[in-house]
């Protein structure tokens, strides 16, 4: 084992964005590098720590038995090393920091312009990047990746993440002007009789309304699945499919798209909202500005609803 004096850090960063993603393309876009610095990063840390660290498999790149070993160690380790260059001197004003906030489509488009127009106020050079959450990607995603997420009440998150609940919004049914159901009563079996456009965050839909309906023994028909919230939106106006969503975006794009809502006739309890964080960053007086400034923009968009 060499020296620590001998050590390039970075190395270790490396290792921990390769253990995170298990492939060598997606570790190097984590830590920004190209793909041939990552392999010959993975190259140095095999000579480092006289071991394979990962093989190849059908499956991807698996890790060794020592690779596993090194992993909690080396993630505390890089805790501690943050927590050492964390300032407790903030000024917005001053501040160069690269904030990566983590959210869906919904809530970029829901809250993502009253939240960069009081960050950009305060902070003007400062940077916020904006990373889309997609299925379990909190949990695939190193600590040191995750700045802040935007999560609901069903978002996977890892262990130990700070949550601060930040407000609800109730689901809403959403169809065409033109649709046969504009003017009527929406019912259960009306609800069930047309298709259905969803969201989806990876994999099927997984939502309180099919949760509700199995309960119930009974499913909707799926007509129209995308990851983008607006192309659902565009489907539906020229469609007879329903949208089931929360109302901020698909109101104030109600004219443009000739939309109407009416309540959904299932007990579908309102999504709660929260700010989620990583340990490292609690006491960081930097994250704890953007938090708070985050919330409060998030907060004052809920309350027009």
Same mark, same amino acid.
């Given at each position: 084992?060499?020296?620590?004096?001998?050590?390039?850090?970075?190395?270790?960063?490396?290792?921990? #964005?390769?253990?995170?993603?298990?492939?060598?393309?997606?570790? #190097?876009? /984590?830590?920004?590098?190209? %793909?041939? @610095?990552?392999?010959?990063?993975?190259?140095?840390?095999?000579?480092?720590?006289?071991?394979?660290?990962?093989?190849?498999?059908?499956?991807?790149? /698996?890790?060794?038995?020592?690779?596993?070993?090194?992993?909690?160690?080396?993630?505390?380790?890089?805790?501690?090393?943050?927590?050492?260059?964390?300032?407790? =001197?903030?000024?917005?004003?001053?501040?160069?920091?690269?904030?990566?906030?983590?959210?869906?489509?919904?809530?970029?488009?829901?809250?993502? @312009?009253?939240?960069?127009? #009081?960050?950009?106020?305060?902070?003007?050079?400062?940077?916020?990047?904006?990373?889309?959450?997609?299925?379990?990607?909190? %949990?695939?995603?190193?600590?040191?990746?995750?700045?802040?997420?935007?999560?609901?009440?069903?978002?996977?998150?890892?262990?130990?993440?700070?949550?601060?609940?930040?407000?609800?919004?109730?689901? *809403?049914?959403?169809?065409?002007?033109?649709?046969?159901?504009? =003017?009527?009563?929406?019912?259960?079996?009306?609800?069930?009789?047309?298709?259905?456009?969803?969201?989806?965050?990876?994999?099927?839909?997984?939502?309180?309304? /099919?949760? +509700?309906?199995?309960?119930?023994?009974?499913?909707?028909?799926?007509?129209?699945?995308?990851?983008?919230?607006?192309?659902?939106? +565009?489907?539906?106006?020229?469609? +007879?499919?329903?949208?089931?969503?929360?109302?901020?975006?698909? %109101?104030?794009?109600?004219?443009?798209?000739?939309?109407?809502?009416? +309540?959904?006739?299932?007990?579908?309890?309102? *999504?709660?909202?929260?700010?989620?964080?990583?340990?490292?960053?609690?006491?960081?007086? @930097?994250?704890?500005?953007?938090? /708070?400034?985050?919330?409060?923009?998030?907060?004052?968009?809920?309350?027009?609803?």
């Amino acid at each position: 084992m060499a020296a620590l004096s001998q050590i390039d850090f970075k190395l270790l960063l490396c290792l921990n #964005a390769l253990l995170t993603c298990k492939n060598v393309s997606r570790a #190097a876009d /984590e830590m920004h590098m190209s %793909q041939p @610095a990552m392999s010959r990063s993975l190259a140095k840390l095999r000579e480092l720590f006289d071991d394979p660290l990962f093989i190849r498999s059908s499956h991807g790149m /698996e890790p060794t038995a020592r690779a596993i070993e090194l992993s909690q160690p080396l993630q505390c380790t890089l805790d501690q090393l943050s927590s050492l260059l964390i300032s407790q =001197d903030f000024s917005a004003e001053h501040c160069l920091r690269n904030f990566r906030l983590h959210m869906s489509c919904y809530a970029s488009q829901a809250h993502l @312009a009253s939240i960069a127009s #009081a960050f950009y106020a305060q902070a003007p050079k400062a940077q916020l990047e904006i990373i889309d959450i997609r299925g379990k990607s909190l %949990q695939h995603q190193s600590v040191q990746a995750i700045d802040l997420a935007f999560v609901n009440h069903t978002t996977f998150l890892p262990d130990n993440f700070h949550q601060l609940y930040v407000g609800n919004e109730k689901m *809403y049914c959403f169809m065409s002007a033109e649709h046969p159901m504009a =003017d009527k009563a929406l019912d259960l079996q009306s609800f069930l009789r047309y298709p259905h456009a969803v969201v989806t965050l990876g994999g099927g839909p997984n939502t309180p309304i /099919e949760s +509700e309906l199995c309960s119930m023994g009974k499913s909707r028909k799926i007509g129209f699945r995308t990851p983008h919230y607006i192309s659902a939106l +565009e489907v539906v106006t020229k469609s +007879e499919m329903f949208f089931s969503t929360p109302p901020i975006v698909p %109101q104030g794009f109600a004219k443009q798209f000739n939309l109407v809502s009416k +309540e959904i006739p299932l007990q579908i309890p309102a *999504y709660r909202y929260y700010l989620s964080w990583p340990p490292t960053l609690h006491k960081d007086p @930097a994250h704890q500005w953007l938090r /708070e400034l985050c919330a409060k923009a998030i907060r004052a968009n809920l309350n027009t609803i």
